[in-house]
């Protein structure tokens, strides 16, 4: 499975942005997609994530209420609508798969996003 992420830029805080995930490759193994970030001088953690069949997704407390996943299985993409962006929010994106079940098998390359106050 390859992942390319896209989507991040320069907002302000309060804003919006969508980050998009293009799967492609052998995504009908997948299992799970998730959206990490890491910050400068910080470990990468995890933002959100949702089964690439059914309707169960899960979310950091950080994100919870602001961030929605969701995905487009015909179009092999999984999306991170980000609202009410806060400086803290400033990271590098990725996206991942699961395959295994048991960890994130494929990481995107990241895509920055860059919260102004």
């Known amino acids: 499975v390859q992942l390319q992420a896209s989507g991040g830029g320069l907002v302000q805080a309060g804003d919006s942005l969508r980050l998009s995930c293009a799967a492609s490759?052998?995504?009908?193994?997948?299992?799970?997609m998730g959206w990490f970030r890491q910050a400068p001088g910080k470990e990468r953690e995890f933002v959100s994530s949702i089964r690439w069949s059914g309707s169960s997704t899960y979310y950091s407390d950080s994100v919870k209420g602001r961030f929605t996943i969701s995905r487009d299985n015909a179009q092999n993409r999984v999306y991170l609508q980000m609202n009410s962006l806060k400086p803290e929010d400033t990271a590098v994106y990725y996206c991942a798969a699961s395959v295994t079940k048991t960890k994130y098998d494929y990481w995107g390359q990241g895509t920055q996003v860059t919260v102004s106050s």
């Open positions: 490759g052998r995504t009908s193994s997948t299992y799970l």
